[in-house]
Each structure stands twice: as structure tokens, then as C-alpha cells.
């Protein structure tokens, strides 16, 4: 898929808001575009020239309610826009005409999204109707496979041809959008600002590890829509396999999806060393990603989070978008076979040099100082000035 080129107003850049500060709306709908979005939108409330307003879609509402405030955050729009089992073409329709909607009331100078949600797409093709430019962060990801993860890699292709300012978390993602035909000049290597978020967290101090014994703990997160049903049931079978073992404590928090859930619960509930849980608050989930000793996920965020506690990632899918963190050797790519991903587990819980291998290895997705590295480029092409961020140290993709 080839970039386009704007014919508008877009592709001269911002305006002049030289008399008043830049307002921007993020919009947001899940937890992880939470955790992600927060360090950038603290950045912009601590410095006098931006004025953001925080959008929430409320894809993940309840969960965004509670966490909003424990990353000092305020919602300014609540779109409230979810229904029961609700069919990915309704939530888009509803989602862009509310998003439609606030910015028309906002009026802001700028529109940024996150990552690769529904609330993404519609926050970027809500703007470009309206022709306010669209921030991306964590742009360029790519898994390679149109429909996997579904509806994700899509979502993210598809707001690259709408976006502005291209925040890349590494120089792999950097070269895919340029790859495409992105311009070199609006794409910008910052580091993933989930690093950002997950030091901030340990620095309050906060958060409970949910582990209920001294075993040997595996943190289990499962709900990709790709391993719903057929898949899920056979890696629930494998986890009912692993804990078998009497050394480990199996620890699965669980999305509120009925399709995760009408699998998981009557499949594991019940196990002396199986451990459900509700999702857990962002801050007891980093101290029990802490406690952990082995993480098996499908979760994109989880395996850029893992190895800051050199904590080893098994992957529970067929393909990654963040292959960065396989080839550094932090992570494996398992896929979704019940034999396959026993084996990996089994190897590392009884091999401790394959064990220390791995989670020895540096974080390649960023150092703490991603939000300043787009606050920053967005205040020079605002015409601003900001003390600069720190040079983000890269290696090869």
C-alpha cells in the first residue's frame, strides 16, 4: 500500500497559532491506548503550549473510568458509543459521527490517535473529513498479513494514508512507513511511549502483584479475536497442561469479551493453581508482570512491557507486528499450537540457561522519553520552542 499526498491545507503543515496554544484532541477508547496516550497528554498539560482535550470513545469504558484517574488523567468526552456484542461496521458508524461531531465542536488543531483500534480509524478518518491533521503514535507497525492481527493491521495501514506526523517507536516501523512512500520529514523514531508509562507507574510506587502463592508464576493474557474460539479452547487445554506441574501458579486476568471469557472460565475455573482474575488495575498488573517468571500473550503491549523486568515472552500468535523484540531474543514466536507453545514453556521453566538468555536482553522499544520526543517535534512545527528531548539510542531492526 503506497502513501498519498495531500492537495489540501494538510500538506502545508499547521497554521499560524502563534497567539494561543495548540489544541489538540486525543482520542482514545481501550486501556492500552491509555497507557500509551497518558505520558503524551501529561507532557501537553504540564507545558503552557498546548491545550489538549482527552476524547474517549469508551470502547473499554468501565476500565477506562478507573484507570483514567490513577494516570492523572480528565476525560473531556465521553462518546459512550459501545452496545452488547455490537458488530465491528455498527461500532465504526457510531464511532465516526460522534468522533465527527466533538471535533467540530473542538475545533482543535490537531487530532492524534494511538496504535491500531477501531477508535484510531474512526478518530483519523473523522479528522481528515473535517481536514484536521492526525499525529499517529506508534505508526508503521506491520505484521505483513492484512487480516492478522483482524481488524488491526488494517486499521494502522489505512490511517497512515491520513496522517500527518508519523511517530514511529523504532527505526523497523520508521523504515516500513517510509517503505510506503510515507516523506522521510514527517516520520520520527521517538521510542514507544509504553516504556514511558510503565517507569512512570513504577516510580508511584502503587500496585499489588496478584499471584496468590510463592509457585513459579505465568502470567497468561488471551484475546485476540484471531485465537477466539477453536484456538483458545486448545490453549486453555495447554495451561490446564502447564499447571499440572506443581511447581507453577498459572495467573490469567480476563478480558471482558463473552467470546474470552464463555471459553476460558468454564475451562479453568476451578484448578488449585489456576488463578482468574478480573483485569487487573494497571498498576497491580506491572507489579505482578514484576513477580512474574514467564509471560505467555497475545498481547501486543505485554511484549513491549515484559522485557524492561527481563521477563521472557512467549507469543501467542502466528504473526507479530513487533518483531524487534523476537530478533533481540527477548521473545519467542510460538504460534497457537497446543504442542508447540507446552514445549517452549516447559523448555524455559527447566532449562535456566535458554532462561537467563533471554531475559537478559535490553528492551529494544525505548528508553522513558518517547512523549518528549513528540511534544517536542509538535511544538518546532507549531513554531515553538521546548528544551529538546534526549537522542534515543537505536540499534538495528
Not at 150 to 171: C, G, I, K, S
Not at 297 to 314: I, M, N, W, Y
Request: proline share 7%; glycine share 8%; hydrophobic share 45%.
Amino acid at each position: 500500500m503506497s502513501s498519498i499526498g495531500f492537495s489540501h491545507a494538510l500538506a502545508a503543515g499547521p497554521g499560524d497559532t502563534s497567539s494561543r496554544a495548540v489544541h489538540v484532541a486525543v482520542v482514545l477508547g481501550t486501556r492500552p491506548e491509555a497507557i500509551k496516550l497518558a505520558p503524551v497528554l501529561r507532557a501537553m498539560e504540564n507545558s503552557p503550549l498546548f491545550s489538549p482535550v482527552l476524547v474517549s470513545t469508551g470502547q473499554h469504558r468501565d476500565m477506562l473510568a478507573q484507570m483514567l484517574p490513577r494516570l492523572r488523567l480528565t476525560m473531556g468526552h465521553d462518546l459512550a458509543v459501545m452496545r452488547e456484542r455490537q458488530q465491528l461496521s455498527t461500532l465504526t458508524a457510531r464511532l465516526i459521527g460522534r468522533l465527527g461531531e466533538v471535533i467540530r465542536e473542538e475545533r482543535p488543531d490537531l487530532v492524534m490517535v494511538q496504535g491500531d483500534t477501531s477508535s484510531t480509524l474512526c478518530g483519523a478518518l473523522a479528522a481528515f473529513y473535517d481536514h484536521v491533521p492526525v499525529a499517529h503514535v506508534e505508526a508503521g507497525l506491520r505484521s505483513g498479513v492484512i487480516d492478522d492481527p483482524f481488524p488491526e493491521e488494517l486499521n494502522r495501514r489505512l490511517v497512515t494514508q491520513m496522517t500527518r506526523w508519523h511517530f514511529a517507536p523504532t527505526p523497523r516501523a520508521a523504515a516500513a512507513l517510509t517503505d510506503e512512500a510515507v516523506p522521510a520529514e514527517r516520520v520520527m523514531v521517538t521510542g514507544n511511549t509504553v516504556i514511558d508509562s510503565l517507569l512512570w507507574a513504577r516510580r508511584q510506587g502503587e500496585g499489588r502483584s496478584a499471584f496468590v502463592s510463592d509457585r513459579r508464576g505465568l502470567l497468561v493474557t488471551l484475546h485476540r479475536r484471531e485465537n477466539q474460539g477453536p484456538r483458545m479452547r486448545a490453549l486453555a487445554a495447554t495451561l490446564l497442561k502447564l499447571a499440572e506441574r506443581r511447581d507453577v501458579e498459572v495467573l490469567v486476568p480476563l478480558h471482558k469479551s463473552p467470546a474470552v471469557r464463555d471459553v476460558l472460565l468454564p475451562a479453568l475455573g476451578g484448578h488449585p493453581r489456576i488463578t482468574l482474575t478480573e483485569p487487573l488495575d494497571y498498576f497491580d498488573f506491572i507489579a505482578t508482570l514484576a513477580a512474574c517468571e514467564l509471560v505467555l500473550t497475545d498481547s501486543g503491549g505485554v511484549q513491549e512491557e515484559a522485557p524492561s523486568f527481563d521477563k521472557p515472552v512467549l507469543v501467542l500468535r502466528e504473526t507479530t507486528e513487533r518483531p524487534e523484540v523476537v530478533r533481540a531474543g527477548a521473545a519467542e514466536l510460538v504460534g497457537t499450537d497446543p504442542g508447540a507453545v507446552h514445549t517452549a514453556a516447559a523448555s524455559l521453566l527447566d532449562d535456566p540457561v535458554r532462561y537467563r538468555h533471554m531475559a537478559g536482553i535490553h528492551n529494544p522499544f525505548g528508553d522513558g522519553h518517547a512523549a518528549d520526543r513528540i511534544v517536542a517535534r509538535l511544538a518546532r512545527d507549531f513554531g515553538r520552542t521546548l528544551a529538546p528531548a534526549p537522542a534515543l539510542e537505536v540499534t538495528a531492526a
